[in-house]
């Protein structure tokens, strides 16, 4: 039972342009969502994050808009650039379970910027 | 270093036997969590330490699965009598402290790189 799903697996965006990775999630108990980036051998590095009490979060290119009531969430990047050619994990988490803030991934999307 | 570090990087075990991964968190992280990525998959979430307790170990898939913190810094995961559906990186993530930061915002979990897990 998949309760966070990216059903994108792959993206391709021109440079400059917008990039737009799309998250669906199921568990209406998620109260706190996030956005992180995964190169090859490394680790997934934190991008950007969104309670539920917000409906858009912005930082610098990147904006993470929520959906509640339709259990959505995307992340635009623009403009877009080359560096951005990565792998992007959708999480969310229970924000109130006494600290246990254990993330729900999705299965990612590949994002690949042309030149 | 200043981030989370993880060793060793690559790990082939023959089927049967037992390996230990291990996780350095980053100096002054509270939380301490152990994640599996399967080929193609995301991160599952496999146990939780708040300093040495281990809170949650409802990801852990089976009983040959343990985990430990004992001085509630260095973590180590271990995998008794190895199965081949157990390759995978294995991800661990450190975050400063439990609760929220505050403005409504979780504390960021940092990753380490990963330990890939090869079983034959």
């Known amino acids: 039972d998949q309760q966070v799903k990216q059903n994108s697996p792959s993206l391709s965006v021109q440079e400059g342009r917008i990039s737009i990775l799309n998250c669906d999630y199921t568990?209406?108990?998620?109260?706190?969502f996030l956005w992180y980036k995964k190169y090859p051998a490394e680790g997934p590095t934190f991008l950007i994050s969104i309670s539920s009490i917000k409906d858009k979060n912005e930082d610098g290119r990147f904006t993470v808009f929520l959906n509640k009531s339709a259990k959505h969430l995307s992340l635009h990047i623009v403009p877009s650039q080359p560096g951005d050619s990565a792998v992007y994990f959708c999480?969310?988490?229970?924000?109130?379970?006494?600290?246990?803030?254990?993330?729900?991934f999705g299965t990612g999307t590949r994002l690949t910027i042309i030149p | 270093g200043a981030g989370v570090s993880q060793s060793p990087r690559y790990k082939v075990a023959k089927r049967g036997q037992d390996v230990a991964l291990r996780c350095d968190p980053i100096s002054g992280h509270v939380s301490l969590f152990w994640y599996q990525q399967a080929l193609g998959q995301g991160p599952e979430f496999l146990t939780y330490?708040?300093?040495?307790?281990?809170?949650?170990k409802s990801g852990l898939p089976s009983d040959r699965f343990f985990a430990e913190r004992p001085e509630g810094s260095v973590s180590t995961l271990k995998i008794q009598r190895t199965q081949q559906e157990d390759s995978a990186v294995y991800l661990c993530?450190?975050?400063?402290?439990?609760?929220?930061?505050?403005?409504?915002?979780?504390?960021?979990?940092?990753f380490g790189p990963g330990t890939r897990l090869t079983v034959l």
């Open positions: 568990n209406s108990m998620f109260d706190y």
């Open positions: 999480a969310a988490s229970v924000g109130s379970n006494f600290g246990n803030e254990k993330l729900t």
């Open positions: 330490f708040q300093n040495e307790a281990q809170l949650d």
């Open positions: 993530a450190s975050s400063l402290a439990p609760g929220l930061a505050g403005g409504g915002k979780a504390h960021e979990q940092f």
